[in-house]
């Protein structure tokens, strides 16, 4: 792994590395902030942070504020990019597919799986570096936004046990039934909607056994979101929560819009809430 970034931020390191990434088959890049407990040597767990569409590690980490946060609670806060990226990783020219929207899944369909396999990464390859390279703990939490709250949402569901706590803010909730998730999970996925649940948060709730893990899910939208009644639909999420009985806070916050304004409103809270569960 090289480092290409450092910065001194509140008392702690805010870096970013490149590595080869053989699940994805391309080198990547991923932001993360050491506090000074971290900085010292001492362990720490984390917090990963998927971003939505378009984004790469550098959004989070220089709009949301959240390194004052990490640097309140000890949290070592990683970033990953959003997709492979790279001469020879397939591509398109529309923002919602390809590089910068990887969805968080593993592609079946060619071109894409030779590459779009974030799924592994987020969850196996990328905490496992991590771990060995980093004073992290294996205590971990997950979150995001967006696209990257849909990622945050079906990863921690997919892997019972392997995180203490998972929030999302604007999540795309059941992309098999809004435009982007169609879009790419058709690309990515093909035509099998079967195949399509497995990576859909409300369908996912909906078909877990009774005697699953129910980590609590806490979420955030804001009521001025120009995709709230297209593209993310907390509706959905809310009724089959309902349905199970899977422990859901979902806060509806008025005035607010899909920016990194209504990001940095709330980091804050979901920091905090991420704390109580790694420390707890």
Same mark, same amino acid.
Do not use: M
């Given at each position: 792994m090289t480092r290409v970034e450092r910065h001194t931020s509140f008392g702690g390191s805010q870096e970013v590395w490149q590595h080869k990434s053989d699940v994805l088959n391309c080198d990547m890049r991923f932001g993360i902030y050491l506090p000074a407990a971290a900085v010292r040597g001492e362990p720490c767990p984390v917090l990963y942070w998927l971003s939505g569409l378009t984004c790469t590690e550098q959004n989070f980490i220089t709009k949301a504020g959240a390194q004052a946060y990490a640097a309140l609670h000890n949290l070592i806060l990683v970033v990953p990019d959003t997709s492979p990226r790279g001469e020879g990783v397939a591509d398109d020219a529309a923002y919602d597919l390809g590089q910068g929207a990887g969805f968080y899944l593993n592609a079946t369909q060619a071109p894409w799986a030779a590459h779009y396999r974030m799924q592994d990464y987020v969850a196996q390859e990328l905490p496992g570096l991590i771990e060995q390279h980093f004073p992290a703990t294996s205590a971990r939490a997950i979150a995001g936004h967006s696209m990257g709250g849909h990622g945050a949402l079906i990863t921690a569901l997919r892997n019972p046990g392997r995180y203490r706590? *998972?929030?999302?803010?604007?999540? %795309? *909730?059941?992309?098999?039934?809004?435009?982007?998730?169609?879009?790419?999970?058709?690309?990515?996925?093909?035509?099998?909607?079967?195949?399509?649940?497995?990576?859909?948060? *409300?369908?996912? %709730?909906?078909?877990?056994?009774?005697?699953?893990?129910r980590l609590p899910l806490l979420v955030d939208q804001g009521l001025e979101d120009e995709f709230l009644t297209g593209q993310l639909r907390p509706d959905l999420l809310e009724a089959v929560c309902k349905e199970t009985g899977h422990p859901l806070t979902l806060r509806r916050q008025a005035g607010h819009d899909h920016s990194y304004y209504f990001i940095a409103s709330f980091i804050g809270d979901h920091v905090a809430h991420h704390a109580v569960a790694l420390q707890g």
């Open positions: 706590s *998972v929030s999302a803010l604007s999540p %795309i *909730v059941a992309p098999s039934q809004a435009p982007w998730g169609q879009k790419a999970f058709a690309a990515y996925l093909g035509d099998d909607k079967a195949a399509w649940a497995q990576w859909d948060t *409300v369908e996912l %709730i909906r078909s877990a056994a009774a005697d699953a893990e």
